[in-house]
């Protein structure tokens, strides 16, 4: 079954580290976005990449990093910068330049400090 | 910059009694707008969207919303909700003023269908 996964389920950050969210898919999109989920607040896109080896900033990226190697891999750094880190992260992808398309989410990783 | 506005935050209802999640969007020229919904500890999926054409829109398990353009809403209805209709409920909407071919989400509804 085609799909994207997203590991760990959940994940504890101590002070001053850095941690890395991973997302693999395998239904062969070229875009794929990070959203950061707080509860009342929606999702926010943290970074999205519509093709390998580019991405751009969403609306929060301050304290966040990616990397886009590979087509099927988009994994989310969260730096020791970013001061607020507990939230649910939601990595999603779709078609490329594809208005209208719908999005591909995974289940989603639960960040938390310790 | 498109924004979109969930009226409710939580709407609780009875077991087969109707229900209407309120989105209202901003935008000066043609979207495309979603409804995407999200169980407990899981990702989001698409319930249904407008495109064009048809200003109604329908979902396979009941959902239905109408897009108005002159009061740039999408309203989401179900004339009788399950309980395992539970769940958050997300408008966005994507258009040609949002780059990179990324949609913006409401802040969502939180759906609790009490039997």
């Known amino acids: 079954d085609g799909g994207i996964t997203q590991s760990p389920k959940y994940l504890f950050r101590k002070e001053g580290q850095n941690v890395t969210l991973s997302c693999e898919q395998n239904?062969?999109?070229?875009?794929m976005y990070w959203y950061r989920q707080d509860p009342g607040q929606g999702l926010r896109l943290i970074y999205y990449s519509q093709i390998v080896n580019d991405f751009q900033k969403g609306d929060i990226a301050e304290g966040y990093s990616v990397s886009r190697e590979k087509k099927e891999s988009f994994p989310l750094t969260v730096t020791s910068a970013q001061k607020n880190p507990t939230a649910f992260y939601l990595c999603?992808?779709?078609?490329?330049?594809?208005?209208?398309?719908?999005?591909?989410f995974g289940s989603g990783t639960q960040l938390s400090v310790l | 910059a498109q924004s979109v506005t969930q009226l409710d935050s939580q709407v609780p209802v009875f077991e087969e009694a109707p229900v209407e999640l309120r989105c209202n969007y901003s935008?000066?020229?043609?979207?495309?707008l979603f409804w995407y919904v999200q169980y407990p500890n899981q990702g989001l999926q698409l319930l249904l969207k407008?495109?064009?054409?048809?200003?109604l829109v329908e979902s396979i398990n009941g959902f239905e919303a109408e897009f108005n353009k002159s009061q740039t809403s999408f309203h989401l209805r179900k004339p009788s909700v399950h309980i395992s209709d539970t769940a958050e409920y997300f408008c966005a909407v994507e258009g040609p003023e949002t780059s990179g071919s990324r949609l913006t989400f409401g802040e969502g509804t939180q759906l609790t269908v009490n039997p």
């Open positions: 935008s000066s020229v043609s979207v495309y």
């Open positions: 407008y495109l064009s054409g048809s200003t």
């Open positions: 239904l062969n999109h070229d875009a």
């Open positions: 999603a992808s779709r078609k490329q330049g594809a208005l209208g398309e719908k999005l591909f």
